[in-house]
């Protein structure tokens, strides 16, 4: 029976292996999808002091519900958000994919264990020349997504050519590289730091929201929710594509008068139409 019993736990221990990375498998794989949508939005959580259960529950429940595709944590908080995502699992939205922002290999079985998708590096924080290389082909044989913050063009070529799953950079960067020859370009996401300015010239594209919460978790989680939002909205308070009015105060009538008289003339005819049809006396119009 002892035997029986060792048999019995091997092959516990087989499945459970399967079942952990398959789930590594699928956090990779959502992470990929969440990247692909057409205005993807990576959300950097930086946590510069000890930070409450209950506030970093409260952040992960905010920045699921603003719509964020998903969140850059260090690995001190990354525990707690994984487990307060986990808690969507059949909920919509469902859990975001978390990235952990690492410096080196030391934390990277680390992260996996914790349930991470992936992990997030910054390109000008190399130890040495080598180091971006050997940490991506690491995370790429983990089965771990890799994004890749830059801050030239150099950094750029480096980490395309290092295989990232995902750059980080200003916009002016990205179109530098959007130039280049690459068969195999990775995803690009524009750095935002909530700078509404930048936000109208780069409105629609896949943005990386830059310390959302201004290094305070506890009072930063409301800051954090807004600007997920403002990211999302299609809306612009500077150019207004409104059918009703400009941003400049002016009207259809002032902006097109030809267009304006011809649709005021159809609408008239629409409505002389839908009351004669109907019985009823013709509507009396201002003009």
């Known amino acids: 029976s002892a035997l029986r019993m060792l048999q019995y736990l091997c092959i516990f221990a087989y499945f459970l292996n399967e079942a952990v990375c398959l789930s590594q498998l699928s956090a990779a794989a959502s992470f990929r999808k969440a990247i692909s949508k057409t205005q993807a939005i990576v959300v950097e959580i930086a946590a510069a002091a000890p930070v409450s259960t209950l506030d970093l529950e409260d952040l992960s429940l905010r920045c699921r519900s603003a719509g964020a595709s998903a969140l850059v944590v260090p690995i001190e908080i990354l525990p707690e958000m994984a487990l307060e995502q986990a808690t969507a699992a059949h909920d919509y939205p469902g859990p975001v ?16 264990q914790q349930g991470a998708a992936g992990i997030a590096i910054s390109a000008g924080g190399m130890a040495h020349p080598n180091a971006l290389c050997d940490i991506l082909a690491a995370a790429a044989a983990a ?110 009538a002032k902006r097109d008068p030809r267009l304006w008289a011809q649709c005021q003339r159809q609408a008239k005819d629409i409505m002389h139409e839908s009351a004669a049809s109907r019985g009823l006396p013709p509507p009396k119009l201002k003009k």
Do not use: N
Request: glycine share 8%; with cysteine.
């Open 97 to 112: 994919p978390l990235l952990c922002r690492i410096t080196d290999e030391q934390h990277l079985l680390e992260t996996k």
């Open 143 to 252: 089965k771990l997504a890799s994004l890749v913050m830059v801050e030239t063009i150099e950094q750029h070529v480096a980490a395309t050519a290092a295989g990232a799953s995902v750059i980080a950079c200003s916009a002016a960067i990205a179109e530098r590289a959007a130039r280049l020859p690459s068969p195999e370009a990775p995803a690009t996401l524009i750095m935002w730091d909530g700078d509404p300015e930048l936000l109208y010239s780069v409105r629609g594209s896949a943005l990386f929201l830059e310390d959302v919460c201004d290094g305070d978790i506890s009072w930063g989680a409301r800051r954090c929710e807004a600007l997920i939002k403002e990211a999302r909205t299609k809306r612009s308070s500077k150019w207004s594509g409104s059918m009703f009015g400009g941003s400049d105060g002016s009207t259809p």
